[in-house]
Protein backbone atom coordinates (compact mmCIF):
# COMPACT_ATOMS: atom_id res chain seq x y z
CA UNK A 1 0.00 0.00 0.00
CA UNK A 2 1.33 3.49 -1.17
CA UNK A 3 2.23 6.00 1.78
CA UNK A 4 1.37 9.50 2.43
CA UNK A 5 2.47 11.63 -0.29
CA UNK A 6 2.98 15.30 -0.35
CA UNK A 7 4.12 17.67 -3.33
CA UNK A 8 5.63 19.54 -3.92
CA UNK A 9 8.83 18.22 -2.06
CA UNK A 10 10.62 21.75 -2.00
CA UNK A 11 9.36 25.29 -2.17
CA UNK A 12 11.33 28.35 -2.50
CA UNK A 13 8.43 31.72 -1.98
CA UNK A 14 9.63 35.04 -1.19
CA UNK A 15 7.58 37.05 1.12
CA UNK A 16 4.36 38.06 0.87
CA UNK A 17 3.79 35.04 -1.58
CA UNK A 18 1.14 32.75 -0.91
CA UNK A 19 1.74 28.50 -1.06
CA UNK A 20 -0.56 26.05 -1.53
CA UNK A 21 0.81 22.09 0.02
CA UNK A 22 -0.97 19.17 -0.91
CA UNK A 23 -1.00 15.94 1.02
CA UNK A 24 -2.65 12.44 -0.69
CA UNK A 25 -3.19 10.05 2.25
CA UNK A 26 -2.71 6.29 2.12
CA UNK A 27 -5.27 4.55 0.51
CA UNK A 28 -8.59 3.92 2.54
CA UNK A 29 -7.65 6.62 5.61
CA UNK A 30 -10.13 9.68 5.85
CA UNK A 31 -8.30 11.66 8.88
CA UNK A 32 -5.37 14.11 7.76
CA UNK A 33 -3.27 16.14 10.16
CA UNK A 34 -1.09 19.02 9.28
CA UNK A 35 2.12 19.80 11.28
CA UNK A 36 5.23 22.69 11.06
CA UNK A 37 8.32 21.56 12.28
CA UNK A 38 11.10 24.49 12.80
CA UNK A 39 14.60 23.63 14.63
CA UNK A 40 13.70 25.79 17.49
CA UNK A 41 9.73 24.86 17.90
CA UNK A 42 9.52 21.26 17.52
CA UNK A 43 6.61 19.81 16.11
CA UNK A 44 3.51 21.94 15.83
CA UNK A 45 -0.32 21.28 15.07
CA UNK A 46 -1.71 22.89 12.15
CA UNK A 47 -4.84 21.37 11.66
CA UNK A 48 -6.79 18.13 11.57
CA UNK A 49 -9.28 17.35 8.71
CA UNK A 50 -12.31 14.17 8.72
CA UNK A 51 -14.94 14.18 5.91
CA UNK A 52 -14.22 17.47 4.53
CA UNK A 53 -14.38 19.02 7.75
CA UNK A 54 -11.78 20.71 10.14
CA UNK A 55 -11.82 18.68 13.26
CA UNK A 56 -8.82 20.34 15.32
CA UNK A 57 -7.51 23.32 14.98
CA UNK A 58 -3.89 24.78 16.53
CA UNK A 59 -2.37 27.68 17.54
CA UNK A 60 -1.73 29.39 13.95
CA UNK A 61 -2.73 32.64 12.24
CA UNK A 62 -5.55 32.70 9.99
CA UNK A 63 -2.87 32.85 7.10
CA UNK A 64 -2.60 29.07 7.78
CA UNK A 65 -5.83 27.47 6.27
CA UNK A 66 -6.34 24.06 4.96
CA UNK A 67 -9.05 21.73 3.40
CA UNK A 68 -10.35 18.63 2.38
CA UNK A 69 -11.54 16.76 -0.42
CA UNK A 70 -14.24 13.78 -0.96
CA UNK A 71 -11.52 11.40 -1.61
CA UNK A 72 -9.67 12.71 1.57
CA UNK A 73 -6.78 14.78 -0.02
CA UNK A 74 -5.62 17.73 1.76
CA UNK A 75 -4.66 20.88 0.71
CA UNK A 76 -3.37 23.61 3.29
CA UNK A 77 -2.66 27.00 2.06
CA UNK A 78 -0.57 29.71 3.76
CA UNK A 79 -1.10 33.46 2.49
CA UNK A 80 1.45 36.44 3.17
CA UNK A 81 4.38 34.84 4.03
CA UNK A 82 6.45 35.85 6.32
CA UNK A 83 10.05 34.53 7.09
CA UNK A 84 9.26 32.37 10.04
CA UNK A 85 7.13 30.42 8.05
CA UNK A 86 10.24 29.06 6.81
CA UNK A 87 9.99 25.26 7.64
CA UNK A 88 9.08 21.44 7.19
CA UNK A 89 5.37 21.23 6.64
CA UNK A 90 3.99 16.96 7.66
CA UNK A 91 0.75 15.38 6.66
CA UNK A 92 0.19 12.86 8.53
CA UNK A 93 -2.97 10.28 7.82
CA UNK A 94 -4.79 8.27 10.06
CA UNK A 95 -7.69 5.35 9.31
CA UNK A 96 -10.22 6.87 11.08
CA UNK A 97 -10.90 10.16 13.42
CA UNK A 98 -11.12 8.49 16.73
CA UNK A 99 -9.49 9.31 20.19
CA UNK A 100 -6.86 6.10 19.60
CA UNK A 101 -5.67 7.13 16.36
CA UNK A 102 -1.97 5.70 15.08
CA UNK A 103 -0.76 8.40 12.81
CA UNK A 104 1.53 8.33 10.00
CA UNK A 105 4.06 10.74 8.02
CA UNK A 106 4.18 11.88 4.92
CA UNK A 107 7.80 12.85 3.62
CA UNK A 108 7.17 16.95 3.97
CA UNK A 109 7.35 20.16 2.36
CA UNK A 110 10.56 21.99 2.55
CA UNK A 111 9.36 26.08 2.62
CA UNK A 112 11.84 28.79 2.49
CA UNK A 113 10.68 31.74 2.47
CA UNK A 114 13.15 34.32 1.24
CA UNK B 1 4.17 22.30 32.78
CA UNK B 2 4.36 21.33 28.88
CA UNK B 3 1.82 18.34 28.26
CA UNK B 4 4.29 15.53 27.05
CA UNK B 5 7.61 16.21 28.06
CA UNK B 6 11.30 13.95 27.10
CA UNK B 7 14.66 14.39 27.69
CA UNK B 8 16.22 17.08 25.87
CA UNK B 9 19.28 15.20 25.18
CA UNK B 10 21.72 14.45 23.12
CA UNK B 11 22.07 10.86 24.05
CA UNK B 12 25.32 9.47 23.48
CA UNK B 13 25.73 5.55 24.07
CA UNK B 14 28.11 3.49 22.34
CA UNK B 15 27.77 0.73 19.87
CA UNK B 16 25.67 -2.31 21.20
CA UNK B 17 24.70 -0.43 24.45
CA UNK B 18 21.10 -0.20 25.87
CA UNK B 19 19.31 3.41 24.83
CA UNK B 20 17.03 4.38 27.20
CA UNK B 21 14.62 7.47 26.50
CA UNK B 22 12.13 8.47 28.54
CA UNK B 23 9.08 10.57 28.11
CA UNK B 24 6.34 12.00 30.54
CA UNK B 25 2.63 13.17 30.27
CA UNK B 26 0.63 15.52 32.42
CA UNK B 27 -2.77 14.18 31.19
CA UNK B 28 -4.09 11.21 33.64
CA UNK B 29 -6.54 10.08 31.05
CA UNK B 30 -4.42 9.85 28.13
CA UNK B 31 -4.12 6.28 26.94
CA UNK B 32 -1.98 5.56 23.83
CA UNK B 33 0.98 6.44 23.41
CA UNK B 34 3.52 6.36 20.10
CA UNK B 35 7.33 6.16 19.83
CA UNK B 36 8.34 7.90 16.45
CA UNK B 37 11.85 7.89 15.17
CA UNK B 38 12.73 10.90 12.61
CA UNK B 39 16.21 10.75 10.94
CA UNK B 40 17.74 14.80 10.32
CA UNK B 41 15.62 15.65 6.96
CA UNK B 42 13.87 13.19 7.24
CA UNK B 43 10.30 12.74 8.53
CA UNK B 44 8.72 10.82 11.62
CA UNK B 45 8.39 6.86 11.47
CA UNK B 46 6.25 5.04 13.77
CA UNK B 47 7.96 2.24 15.48
CA UNK B 48 5.69 1.95 17.79
CA UNK B 49 2.63 1.88 19.54
CA UNK B 50 1.41 0.68 23.90
CA UNK B 51 -1.65 1.26 25.10
CA UNK B 52 -1.58 -0.69 28.58
CA UNK B 53 0.50 -0.64 31.12
CA UNK B 54 3.81 -2.93 31.02
CA UNK B 55 6.29 -3.59 28.34
CA UNK B 56 5.68 -3.90 25.04
CA UNK B 57 8.49 -5.48 22.82
CA UNK B 58 9.51 -5.49 18.90
CA UNK B 59 12.82 -6.73 17.94
CA UNK B 60 15.39 -4.60 19.27
CA UNK B 61 12.61 -1.83 20.75
CA UNK B 62 10.88 -2.24 23.81
CA UNK B 63 8.34 0.07 24.93
CA UNK B 64 7.53 0.20 28.80
CA UNK B 65 4.23 2.31 30.13
CA UNK B 66 3.30 3.28 33.81
CA UNK B 67 -0.17 5.24 33.92
CA UNK B 68 0.20 5.38 37.89
CA UNK B 69 3.70 7.71 37.39
CA UNK B 70 2.55 8.68 34.04
CA UNK B 71 5.72 7.86 32.05
CA UNK B 72 6.32 6.17 29.11
CA UNK B 73 9.83 5.07 27.23
CA UNK B 74 11.81 3.22 24.87
CA UNK B 75 14.69 0.60 25.08
CA UNK B 76 16.52 -0.12 22.11
CA UNK B 77 18.76 -3.05 23.00
CA UNK B 78 22.26 -3.37 20.83
CA UNK B 79 21.95 0.07 19.67
CA UNK B 80 23.69 0.33 16.43
CA UNK B 81 24.42 3.90 14.43
CA UNK B 82 21.92 3.62 12.38
CA UNK B 83 19.71 4.47 15.82
CA UNK B 84 21.04 7.54 15.61
CA UNK B 85 18.09 9.84 14.95
CA UNK B 86 15.34 12.01 16.85
CA UNK B 87 13.11 10.30 19.02
CA UNK B 88 9.61 11.86 18.93
CA UNK B 89 6.85 10.51 22.16
CA UNK B 90 3.24 11.12 21.05
CA UNK B 91 0.20 10.90 23.08
CA UNK B 92 -3.72 10.27 22.32
CA UNK B 93 -6.39 11.17 24.72
CA UNK B 94 -9.08 8.72 24.95
CA UNK B 95 -11.74 10.62 26.17
CA UNK B 96 -11.29 12.98 23.84
CA UNK B 97 -10.93 14.16 20.44
CA UNK B 98 -8.59 16.15 20.70
CA UNK B 99 -5.20 16.44 18.44
CA UNK B 100 -2.31 14.19 19.04
CA UNK B 101 0.05 15.43 21.68
CA UNK B 102 3.95 15.52 20.20
CA UNK B 103 7.01 15.99 23.20
CA UNK B 104 10.26 17.89 21.63
CA UNK B 105 12.01 14.99 21.05
CA UNK B 106 15.20 13.10 21.97
CA UNK B 107 18.53 13.25 20.08
CA UNK B 108 19.79 10.01 20.30
CA UNK B 109 23.62 9.31 19.35
CA UNK B 110 25.15 6.21 18.82
CA UNK B 111 28.80 5.97 18.59
CA UNK B 112 30.88 3.20 16.83
Known amino acids: KAGVTQTPRYLIKTRGQQVTLSCSPI?????VSWYQQTPGQGLQFLFEYFSETQRNKGNFPGRFSGRQFSNSRSEMNVSTLELGDSALYLCASSQGYSPIRTQYFGPGTRLLVL | QKEVEQNSGPLSVPEGAIASLNCTYS??????FFWYRQYSGKSPELIMS????GDKEDGRFTAQLNKASQYVSLLIRDSQPSDSATYLCAVNRETSYDKVIFGPGTSLSVIP
Open chain 1, 27 to 31: SGHRS
Open chain 2, 27 to 32: DRVSQS
Open chain 2, 50 to 53: IYSN
